[in-house]
């Protein structure tokens, strides 16, 4: 087995949620997937969703299941009804994806998308928002963990500052879910997206949120499905919820949202303290080798690091370390393209150990990289 240090990408899944799925796709297929669904009804309804709530620390009304965490903003935001002239606050760290549905909203709407600035060392500059903030600020939008490196955007201070104005607040906690305490209620936020396979552990195209019910009575989707809608009369329907489920479609991959509900339960019972220690490991064996140039700003970070060398290419080095039993990933620069651009980065190698890691796996790399660096 490699050494998995690629949580970034999608941490490896505990065998209770392999378990979860395939022991539910074995019932689909010889008992129906309906009746597995009416079987499962208490989880897929409900519990899950209770226990995504205690995850994320938000109520449970404003839970709403998705297969990726693209879909949730996406879904959350392109309905709200933003006039012209709004401005929207990103950070540097915000992830292209994101990005793009702001810049064809900005395309379509005439907003106005203003980068909050860094301080010198890369922290965001509080200050600056505490002394620009005003009503005409429509929405903030941060990535509690950027995609392409390991800074911790401070969102509790942020949801502070933007309290007493009207400005929604949205966090991008892809990359924090898991690893980090995450609580929707601290931070204050009336957004907060989340993949399942990422340092939840769970598996690929699942995605979640935290909406709250600010957002959710400001937006108006154009369309709801079958399992919160009914046609009331051949021309009208009413909408059975005001809770954030009304964002999902009614079909979805059952299998995946019980190993979702699997990676939860096993989040919720883990009584380490997270991957922290090893990121220090990690980035000192990084730093030990000549030639290397680590992309590290901020004043705190999480389990994610990043480096460049000086004449190894990051696509040699993750070969070479793959080759030498230990998996990490590449961070693609357009990715987190308004900071990575500023620090002249395409691509970079991004180390991101979990707290199934252990410090013997954290020398094993060390060793590798020693090699591959030779
Ligand atoms: C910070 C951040 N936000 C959003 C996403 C998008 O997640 P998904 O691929 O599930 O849409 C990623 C994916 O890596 C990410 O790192």
Same mark, same amino acid.
Request: charged content about 20%; glycine content about 10%; hydrophobic content about 40%.
């Given at each position: 087995?490699?050494? #998995?240090?690629?949580?970034?990408?999608?941490?490896?899944?505990?065998?209770?949620?392999?378990?979860?799925?395939?022991?539910?796709?074995?019932?689909?297929?010889q008992?129906?997937?309906?009746?597995?669904?009416?079987?499962?009804a208490?989880t897929?309804?409900?519990g899950?969703?209770?226990?995504?709530?205690?995850?994320?620390?938000a109520?449970?009304?404003? %839970?709403?299941?998705?297969?990726?965490?693209?879909?949730?903003?996406?879904?959350?935001?392109s #309905?709200?009804?933003?006039?012209?002239?709004?401005?929207?606050?990103?950070?540097?760290?915000?992830?292209?994806?994101?990005?793009?549905?702001?810049?064809?909203?900005?395309?379509?709407?005439?907003?106005?998308?203003?980068?909050?600035?860094?301080? #010198?060392?890369?922290?965001?500059?509080?200050?600056?928002?505490?002394?620009?903030?005003?009503?005409?600020?429509a929405?903030?939008?941060?990535?509690?963990?950027?995609?392409?490196?390991?800074?911790v955007?401070?969102?509790?201070? &942020?949801?502070k500052?933007?309290?007493?104005?009207?400005?929604?607040?949205?966090?991008? /906690?892809?990359?924090?879910?898991?690893?980090?305490?995450?609580?929707?209620?601290?931070?204050?936020?009336?957004?907060?997206?989340?993949?399942?396979?990422?340092y939840?552990?769970?598996?690929?195209?699942?995605?979640?949120?935290?909406?709250?019910?600010?957002l !959710?009575?400001?937006?108006?989707?154009?369309?709801?499905?079958?399992?919160?809608?009914?046609?009331?009369?051949?021309?009208?329907?009413e909408?059975?919820?005001e809770?954030?489920?009304?964002?999902?479609?009614?079909?979805?991959?059952?299998?995946?949202?019980?190993?979702?509900?699997?990676?939860?339960?096993?989040?919720?019972?883990?009584?380490d303290?997270?991957?922290?220690?090893?990121?220090? /490991?990690?980035?000192?064996?990084?730093? @030990?080798?000549?030639?290397?140039?680590?992309?590290?700003?901020g004043?705190?970070?999480?389990? %994610?690091?990043?480096?460049?060398?000086? !004449?190894v290419?990051?696509?040699d080095?993750?070969a070479?370390?793959?080759?030498?039993?230990?998996? +990490?990933? &590449?961070?693609?620069?357009?990715?987190?393209?308004l900071?990575?651009?500023?620090? @002249? &980065?395409?691509? /970079?190698?991004? +180390?991101?150990?979990h707290?199934?890691n252990?410090?013997?796996?954290?020398?094993?790399?060390?060793?590798?990289? !020693?090699?591959?660096? !030779?």
């Amino acid at each position: 087995m490699p050494i #998995h240090f690629n949580n970034a990408g999608a941490g490896l899944m505990p065998p209770a949620v392999t378990q979860a799925m395939t022991g539910y796709l074995a019932e689909e297929a010889q008992g129906g997937a309906y009746e597995t669904e009416q079987r499962h009804a208490e989880t897929l309804e409900q519990g899950v969703y209770e226990r995504l709530a205690r995850v994320l620390d938000a109520p449970v009304d404003d %839970i709403a299941l998705f297969d990726s965490a693209t879909r949730a903003w996406s879904s959350a935001v392109s #309905h709200l009804p933003f006039a012209a002239g709004d401005r929207i606050w990103v950070t540097p760290y915000e992830y292209a994806g994101n990005l793009i549905l702001w810049t064809e909203l900005r395309r379509r709407l005439d907003l106005h998308i203003e980068v909050v600035p860094l301080l #010198h060392d890369g922290d965001v500059d509080l200050d600056w928002m505490s002394a620009h903030i005003g009503d005409d600020v429509a929405f903030v939008s941060v990535p509690h963990v950027p995609s392409g490196c390991g800074i911790v955007t401070p969102v509790e201070e &942020i949801g502070k500052i933007l309290a007493p104005w009207r400005c929604l607040y949205g966090v991008d /906690a892809c990359q924090s879910v898991g690893q980090l305490p995450v609580s929707t209620a601290s931070i204050g936020c009336d957004l907060l997206t989340a993949a399942g396979r990422k340092y939840l552990r769970g598996p690929r195209g699942t995605g979640f949120a935290a909406i709250g019910p600010r957002l !959710r009575a400001q937006a108006s989707p154009p369309f709801y499905d079958l399992h919160i809608a009914d046609m009331v009369a051949d021309d009208d329907y009413e909408v059975r919820t005001e809770g954030a489920r009304q964002f999902e479609y009614a079909e979805r991959g059952n299998p995946g949202v019980m190993g979702l509900d699997a990676a939860a339960r096993h989040h919720l019972a883990r009584s380490d303290g997270g991957p922290g220690p090893l990121r220090d /490991a990690v980035r000192e064996a990084v730093e @030990g080798r000549p030639g290397t140039r680590l992309i590290d700003p901020g004043s705190v970070h999480a389990a %994610i690091v990043t480096f460049t060398h000086d !004449r190894v290419s990051p696509q040699d080095i993750r070969a070479g370390l793959r080759r030498r039993g230990v998996n +990490v990933w &590449i961070a693609q620069g357009s990715h987190t393209p308004l900071y990575m651009r500023t620090v @002249g &980065i395409e691509y /970079a190698v991004r +180390v991101s150990p979990h707290h199934y890691n252990s410090p013997a796996d954290v020398e094993t790399f060390a060793v590798a990289l !020693r090699d591959v660096l !030779r």
